[in-house]
């Protein structure tokens, strides 16, 4: 068996290019690692449950077109932390930078709604 470093799994099914690079980025600016994998599962739950399952710090994402959800280990099928459909980029930032704030057990940050019109 491979050892892995302690990063955040990320398991895609053809992301969008732009979604994927925002939640990396949202992810690098807490400073953990993340890991990406192309599936062949196509449920965005079903990703993100796999991926935290597999996940040496259980936190995963899961990625699938334009579908975004971010999952805790234990926690089941579908009982995502948060999810998105067709993300904005301060929603993509956002995934990412919780997803490792949970793993640092870090408080998750809000979209401010006041600063949307």
């Given at each position: 068996?491979?050892?892995?470093?302690?990063?955040?799994?990320?398991?895609?099914?053809?992301?969008?290019?732009?979604?994927?690079?925002?939640?990396?980025?949202?992810?690098?600016?807490?400073?953990?690692?993340?890991?990406?994998?192309?599936?062949?599962?196509?449920?965005?739950?079903?990703?993100?449950?796999?991926?935290?399952?597999?996940?040496?710090?259980?936190?995963?994402?899961?990625?699938?077109?334009?579908?975004?959800?971010?999952?805790?280990?234990?926690?089941?099928?579908?009982?995502?932390?948060?999810?998105?459909?067709?993300?904005?980029t301060e929603q993509c930032r956002l995934l990412g930078t919780n997803s490792a704030r949970a793993v640092k057990r870090e408080p998750l940050k809000?979209?401010?709604?006041?600063?949307?019109?």
């Amino acid at each position: 068996m491979i050892a892995r470093k302690p990063s955040i799994l990320i398991y895609t099914h053809a992301a969008d290019d732009k979604i994927l690079k925002e939640i990396c980025a949202g992810i690098e600016e807490e400073g953990v690692f993340y890991d990406i994998s192309e599936k062949e599962q196509t449920d965005v739950d079903r990703l993100a449950f796999e991926a935290a399952g597999e996940s040496v710090l259980g936190s995963g994402i899961g990625i699938s077109g334009t579908e975004a959800a971010f999952q805790m280990s234990r926690l089941p099928v579908g009982r995502n932390i948060m999810k998105y459909r067709l993300p904005d980029t301060e929603q993509c930032r956002l995934l990412g930078t919780n997803s490792a704030r949970a793993v640092k057990r870090e408080p998750l940050k809000e979209i401010d709604d006041r600063d949307r019109a």
